[in-house]
């Protein structure tokens, strides 16, 4: 007799362009690193704070990290032998290439513009609304990446933004008069989560496109257009007078260990947030930038001081649970349906309509019976 061949999964089960990636350990190691390197790089920028507040130039260290990505992702190029070939150099590539400048100065505006919200607001009261970005990359996730969002999720992630928010509703003095920096917050989540998402897009419709190759255009434009920054912020100083206090030359200048160290963990966390995006989704990194929070602001009362407030423990159970709601909901989504049984059909001929037991004990489906084992 034929075997019948198994049953394909439902269309719905391989909607997610994620779900054919990595496998459940190799998900668990890059978000467990991205969490780790998250906590580590925040406690190394209280950390490197001098007489309180920042002796180094803060645009030379995101000039220097973008630096150090470079290297690592031109290097993981050569060695994995995938370099640019003469059809990376036609207009179409030339085109594709120039997405990843108009995503890196997405990226360097972003980065830019929150000084301008502390301008406005606390640095409490900043962290506490910029947890609307869990909420703004969850709407252009959906719009841009047209990925569906079920109405159960979408409660998770508000249940996930309201846990942040209760964690730092007590970290300090807040206004209750709606301001500019309010807006600018709102501002500033948009166009982070617009870059965000647009870099996961870029890189998968590029899918076979080394991911070496796509750090190494990014991190490029990321470099000139940092370069011009700092340029352009010297210039400033020298015509208010006075000059700055940062060397053009020396980007090293009043650089101790913790801000070496920052610039390391600030680089392997962008290397891993591409990963991220290539081959999980940015719902992926909300997550894992909510676990972060916890992680840091556990190890920061362990060697820094103080103890949390109360605040700090309702935030994180509000988050573990909109975590758990949203990840049992996919598994959920991802489940096959459950086989029905095959149903006992009476026969005059079992060899020919019925199930038959060979005489090794082996079990033969025959035609008339085959199909009712697969029906969903």
């Known amino acids: 007799m034929p075997s019948t061949p198994p049953r394909a999964p439902p269309a719905a089960v391989l909607a997610d362009p994620s779900d054919a990636g990595p496998t459940g350990g190799v998900v668990a190691s890059v978000v467990g690193l991205y969490i780790v390197l998250y906590a580590g790089g925040s406690l190394c920028t209280s950390l490197s704070q001098e007489e309180g507040g920042y002796r180094y130039n803060p645009i030379a260290l995101t000039f220097i990290v973008g630096c150090v990505k470079w290297v690592v992702s031109v290097a993981a190029l050569v060695r994995t032998g995938n370099v640019p070939a003469r059809e990376d150099f036609k207009w179409g590539a030339v085109q594709e290439t120039c997405k990843f400048a108009f995503l890196a100065l997405v990226y360097l505006i972003d980065d830019n513009m929150y000084f301008a919200v502390l301008v406005y607001l606390s640095p409490a009261e900043a962290s506490l609304f910029s947890n609307v970005k869990v ?4 709407l252009f996730f959906r719009v841009i990446l047209k ?3 079920k109405p159960v999720q979408w409660s998770a992630l508000c249940l996930l933004a309201l846990g942040l928010a209760t964690s730092k509703l007590t970290e300090g003095k807040m206004t209750t008069a709606f301001s ?3 807006v600018l917050v709102v501002v500033v989540s948009c166009l982070g989560s617009v870059a965000d998402v647009y870099c996961e ?6 899918r076979e496109t080394s991911i070496h190759l796509q750090n190494t255009k990014l991190y490029s434009f990321g470099i000139a257009f940092n370069l011009i920054a700092m340029l352009l912020y010297q210039a400033q100083a020298d015509e208010d007078g006075g000059g700055s206090r940062y060397s053009s030359f020396n980007v090293f200048q009043h650089f101790n260990f913790w801000s070496l160290l920052l610039i390391l963990c600030n ?3 962008g290397l891993t947030v591409s990963v991220i995006f290539k081959y999980l989704d940015n719902l992926w990194k909300v997550q894992a930038q909510a676990g972060a929070m916890v992680v840091t602001v556990t190890l920061s009362a362990v ?3 103080p103890a949390p407030k109360v605040g700090f423990y ?6 573990l649970n909109a975590l758990y709601i949203y990840n049992i909901t996919k598994q959920m989504d991802r489940a096959p349906p459950p086989a029905l ?3 006992d059909i009476p026969s005059d001929d079992d060899s020919d309509r019925g199930a038959v037991l060979s005489d090794k004990g082996s079990f033969h489906a025959s035609p008339a019976t085959a199909g009712h084992a697969y029906l969903a």
């Open 341 to 343: 049984p095959v149903p």
């Open 147 to 149: 990925r569906t969002v």
């Open 314 to 319: 309702l935030g994180v159970g509000i988050v």
């Open 180 to 182: 500019v920096g309010h």
């Open 135 to 138: 909420l703004t990359t969850t």
């Open 201 to 206: 897009k870029l890189l998968k419709d590029q």
């Open 267 to 269: 680089a392997l966390q």
């Open 303 to 305: 060697l820094l001081g």
